[in-house]
């Protein structure tokens, strides 16, 4: 019981766990079919690892790690992209520091700082607009990544940096968004997927809108969820309910931060300042349409993209990598031939190694602390 | 790099950046509230507030109750100190 006293509220969470086994008892799952449910958001894959929810829950319900992982689905070609720039003579690139250790083929921006180039960690893109300002004859440029939660913040420092008429600073923008992307695995052959937690952070920002497709188009439920483990508890089991009640519908169990609207001053700034690319390529998934955004030609001026010549080439994956099918739920990360072996957190072959938000780090991380007696069963 | 930890707004620093000092467990800093200001509000009505802190935006208010119990379980559990690592790193320019 160590790990539920933890919880702000061990008793909801006891009383939540007794009613997920229940459910997934009265639906029929077995360990030969279990009951899948894909949590699109690596926040929450992290919540589930770090507060060992999955050893909680019955074994006939099982959590398929999504791909809502900015950093873990990064492809090699644009963190070579970004090595590339900030190679450029007189560049300094900003990145948050998650993103320094994600490798390339030509190694990670934390090996081109080594090298001599000069790459800064920064808390937010406002910093690596403050070095601009602070570096009138040098090039700053903030790699900016992350899904709509991050997009805002992005958007709103290229329209400070034009109101400050601070020319020196662009984005190399790498931001995606998730709803294409959880499209194309609903798509994908063989899919398995009973029903989804939904990123509470994202849909803070896009809100509920955007996810109504997969209750109405593919019958699947999804509830947005937050980030503790009580609320993760609660999702599964609004989740459960509908499957019980033969319903599919969009749910807000995060409803104390996410506006079914979304948030109107953000929503705004992304589309001032960005516009969708016809594809976007992802890490072990390959190219997804409409995935990605870019900076629109008025904002031209804050591109890196068009300010610097970047390779932009295509790099395949190492051979061992098994990224792909880990994001896609076909394999659990310890099947990875190179987990824990040759890629580890210190030396990570994938990006799903680098941050905690990656399925295969989580894993790594916390998926060994000793065992906890299952409660559902205990309680 | 999706969490964010709670904050209270304590004085707006720069109104025409839409900048606020936000002070997330006693570490103060500058912080863009561009997103909470309600519309037509002064942005002094914002001081006092509880908001939810991204990569140096204030994404959303909450509740001043839950942002205790959220920053409660956070500090607990150690996650609150890697949030206030990368919240108390400046830039260096
Ligand atoms: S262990 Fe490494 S290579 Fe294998 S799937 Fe995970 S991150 Fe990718």
Same mark, same amino acid.
């Given at each position: ?64 790690? &999504? ?7 990064? /492809? ?13 003579? =007189? ?12 490798? &390339? #083929? ?18 937010? /893109? ?19 990544? =992350? ?13 400070? %940096?034009?109101?400050?008429?601070? =020319? ?11 709803? +294409?992307?959880?499209? *194309?695995?609903?798509? #994908? ?13 994202? %849909? ?16 699947? +439920? ?77 904002? *031209? ?14 790099? *395949? ?63 | ?93």
């Amino acid at each position: 019981m160590k790990y539920v006293d933890e919880f702000r509220d061990p008793l909801a969470a006891r009383a939540l766990l007794r009613e997920i086994a229940g459910a997934t008892e009265r639906l029929g799952a077995s360990l030969e079919r279990p009951l899948q449910i894909m949590e699109v958001c690596g926040g929450h894959t992290h919540s589930i690892f770090r507060y060992a929810l999955k050893d909680l829950i019955p074994p006939a319900l099982e959590f398929v790690h &999504g791909p809502g992982c900015p950093v873990c689905v990064l /492809p090699m070609g644009r963190v070579d992209d970004c090595v590339a720039i900030a190679n450029e003579p =007189g560049v300094i690139f900003t990145t948050f520091g998650d993103a320094m250790r994600v490798p &390339g #083929s030509k190694g990670s921006l934390l090996q081109a700082r080594a090298d001599g180039a000069d790459v800064r960690m920064v808390y937010s /893109p406002l910093d690596a607009l403050e070095i601009a300002a602070a570096n009138p004859g040098r090039d700053v440029v903030f790699f900016a990544l =992350g899904f709509e939660t991050t997009m805002p913040s992005t958007a709103m420092t290229v329209l400070e %940096a034009k109101r400050r008429g601070i =020319g020196n600073f662009s984005l190399f923008c790498n931001h995606i968004t998730i709803v +294409p992307t959880i499209k *194309a695995i609903l798509d #994908s052959p063989g899919m398995t997927i009973d029903g989804f937690l939904g990123p509470g952070h994202v %849909a803070m920002v896009s809100g509920t809108a955007p996810f109504e497709f997969i209750a109405a188009e593919y019958g699947r +439920p999804l509830v947005i969820s937050g980030f503790e483990p009580t609320d993760i508890l609660q999702s599964l089991l609004m989740v459960l309910r509908q499957l019980e009640q033969g319903r599919a519908a969009v749910e807000n169990q995060y409803a104390r931060l996410v506006d079914p609207g979304g948030n109107a001053a953000g929503l705004e700034a992304i589309t001032e300042v960005f516009e969708l690319r016809e594809f976007f390529e992802w890490r072990g998934l390959g190219s997804i349409d409409h995935s990605g955004v870019r900076v629109r030609e008025a904002y *031209a001026a804050f591109d890196a993209e068009r300010r610097f010549s970047v390779p932009g080439a295509r790099i *395949a994956d190492p051979k061992s990598c098994q990224c792909g099918e880990v994001l896609k739920g076909a394999i659990k990360p310890p099947q990875c031939k190179v987990f824990g072996t040759a890629c580890t957190p210190q030396t990570p072959l994938g990006a799903l190694m680098v941050s905690s938000e990656g399925a295969c780090a989580a894993y790594y991380q916390f998926a060994r602390r000793e065992p906890v007696i299952p409660i559902a069963v205990a309680a | 790099m999706c969490l964010g930890i709670p904050g209270r707004i304590e004085a707006i620093t720069r109104p025409e950046a839409k900048l606020a000092l936000v002070d997330v467990l006693g570490v103060k800093r500058e912080i863009n509230i561009a997103c909470i200001v309600r519309e037509g509000e002064p942005l002094e009505e914002c001081i006092g507030a509880w908001v939810l802190v991204h990569v140096g935006f204030a994404m959303n208010r909450v509740d001043e109750h839950e942002a205790m119990l959220t920053l409660q379980l956070l500090k607990e559990l150690g996650d609150a100190q890697v949030e206030l690592e990368s919240y108390k790193t400046r830039a260096v320019v």
